[in-house]
């Protein structure tokens, strides 16, 4: 089955292999700095609190993994899977369960961490799911805002970066399951055949 991020890839042909250029975003310098303000950002909100990170696979996985990291304290973490897309670059408004949380999150001081926010729809989703579930605090943490792009109502309570409406991967995201390694963020760009090319 493909990923969510699959489902969001630019258009190619099936099996087609475009030379892809990459550009340099954000510098894992820049989100090294920014991850390490947002958790004291976070810890100012939740001084003396065990915050339990809900990570949504498999984007956020470098993220979250920085984030707790720098947040201290006691710090717990689970992943959810949710699929949002059809098949192209149009979202079907629906989303769909791959795998739930593996713990109970009542009573939690909750932080759903999502890698980038582009439609809203997913989050929207997640949030009306975990309501149901009686958390203490529901908080929302994303590395990356595509802000025009919105359509459902919802917005994270801590972000990153505002981004514009270009295709984005490294740091956790990726094209075709690619790129996820990355330790910058990078718009991604199909060129001309050639080597895949990185520039600053
Ligand atoms: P939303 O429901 O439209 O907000 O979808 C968010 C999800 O779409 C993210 O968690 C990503 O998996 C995927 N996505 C959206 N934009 C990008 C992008 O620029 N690069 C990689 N994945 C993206």
């Given at each position: 089955?493909?990923?969510?991020?699959?489902?969001?890839?630019?258009?190619i042909?099936?099996g087609?292999?475009?030379?892809?250029?990459?550009?340099?975003l954000?510098?894992?310098?820049?989100?090294?700095?920014?991850?390490?303000?947002?958790?004291?950002e976070?810890?100012?909100?939740f001084?003396?609190?065990?915050?339990?990170?809900?990570?949504?696979?498999?984007?956020s996985?470098l993220?979250l993994?920085?984030?707790?990291r720098?947040?201290?304290?006691?710090v717990?973490?689970?992943?959810?899977?949710?699929?949002?897309?059809?098949?192209?670059?149009?979202?079907?408004?629906?989303?769909?369960?791959?795998?739930?949380?593996?713990?109970?999150i009542?009573?939690?001081?909750?932080?759903?961490?999502?890698?980038?926010?582009?439609?809203?729809?997913?989050l929207?989703?997640?949030?009306?799911?975990?309501?149901?579930?009686?958390?203490?605090?529901?908080?929302?943490?994303?590395l990356?805002?595509?802000?025009?792009?919105?359509?459902?109502?919802?917005?994270?309570?801590?972000?990153?970066?505002?981004?514009?409406?270009?295709?984005?991967?490294?740091?956790?995201?990726?094209?075709?399951e690619?790129?996820?390694?990355?330790?910058?963020?990078?718009?991604?760009?199909?060129?001309?055949?050639?080597?895949?090319?990185?520039?600053?």
């Open positions: 089955m493909p990923t969510k991020a699959t489902k969001r890839s630019p258009r042909k099936p087609q292999r475009e030379e892809e250029t990459l550009r340099v954000i510098s894992h310098q820049r989100i090294r700095e920014r991850v390490k303000q947002m958790a004291q976070i810890r100012r909100d001084p003396n609190e065990p915050v339990h990170l809900v990570g949504v696979l498999k984007g996985v993220f993994a920085d984030l707790a720098e947040l201290g304290g006691e717990s973490f689970d992943f959810i899977s949710v699929s949002s897309y059809g098949k192209g670059m149009d979202s079907t408004g629906e989303v769909k369960m791959n795998k739930d949380l593996d713990v109970s009542e009573g939690r001081s909750v932080l759903v961490v999502e890698d980038i926010l582009d439609t809203g729809l997913t929207k989703y997640l949030l009306v799911l975990f309501e149901e579930r009686k958390p203490k605090h529901l908080r929302v943490a994303v990356l805002d595509k802000v025009e792009r919105r359509i459902a109502d919802v917005k994270a309570d801590y972000t990153g970066f505002v981004i514009p409406n270009e295709f984005v991967v490294g740091y956790g995201l990726d094209y075709d690619r790129y996820r390694n990355l330790p910058d963020v990078c718009v991604v760009r199909l060129g001309p055949r050639g080597k895949t090319k990185i520039e600053a």
